[in-house]
């Protein structure tokens, strides 16, 4: 949902997700909305909604397992997605196809792109942070 909170008042409910949502990210020039979390079998994607419209104007699917953390980069044209399994990727999002992916190898919690979207931070339930170097054409 999108409240305005000065007036603390509902502007508008999204639709689409069926099960928990555990990461919600804005685009940097906030018209669009990502979300993801649960899902059961093939039935986990990230959604996008443009902030006007109540319904989803993309799924990215991609992930078999439940996706713990999105994130825009700086131009709003890629997004991170993280997977519990520790599925990373990042997604061109004119394109709605994965355009870097890696396989942590741990049940993995949190990701974090820097600021120029060069590097991927990510946490793990082993203790350890690794950090990523994200190729250019993913940039």
Sequence with gaps: RLFDIEKGVELMK???PEYALYSVAISHD???IAAAGMGIGQERAVYL?????AEPSKLLKGHDDDIYRVQFNAKSTRLLSLGYSGSLKIWDLQAGKVV???SIG???YSARLSADGKQVVTSSNDRTARLWAIPANAQ
Excluded: D, L, M
Excluded at 49 to 53: A, Q, V
């Design 106 to 108: 741990a049940v993995s």
């Design 49 to 53: 909604w443009n902030k006007t419209k």
């Design 14 to 16: 999204f639709t689409g």
């Design 30 to 32: 906030g018209n669009t």
């Design 100 to 102: 870097y992916e890696e």
